[in-house]
């Protein structure tokens, strides 16, 4: 199975940015598709970006397109989302994820096994 753990969230001010990483162990994490899912108070859990085993796809939700990267270094089994001019409308628990899938983004959280606790981003002024 595939254990996931993530870090580098906190208050951060609007038009900032933040880089999360996420620390996976599994001997097949170099395998799985990899996303990012992010839930706001009172809303329900949303796709952010994901990619494939080696990097080669990536894929993003259209409100974070432009602002957010996704990247994996699969030596060091982890997954970062770099975000770049924070919105207040980011603020959310962000969580990692692993897919069953090996090729192609994936953007529904069905296709996603192992999860993360999550860590908090809120960007506030």
């Known amino acids: 199975q595939v254990q996931l753990v993530e870090t580098g969230g906190g208050l951060v001010q609007p038009g900032a940015s933040r880089r999360l990483s996420c620390v996976a162990s599994g001997r097949t994490f170099a395998a799985n598709v990899m996303g990012w899912f992010r839930q706001a108070p009172g809303k329900e859990r949303e796709f952010v970006a994901s990619i494939s085993w080696n990097g080669g796809d990536t894929g993003y939700a259209d409100s974070v397109k432009g602002r957010f990267t996704i990247s994996r270094d699969n030596a060091k089994n982890t997954v970062t989302l770099q975000m770049n001019n924070l919105r207040p409308e980011d603020t959310a628990v962000y969580y990692c994820?692993?897919?069953?899938?090996?090729?192609?983004?994936?953007?529904?959280?069905?296709?996603?096994?192992?999860w993360g606790q999550g860590t908090q981003v809120t960007v506030s002024s």
């Open positions: 994820a692993a897919s069953t899938a090996y090729y192609s983004v994936r953007r529904r959280i069905d296709e996603y096994r192992y």
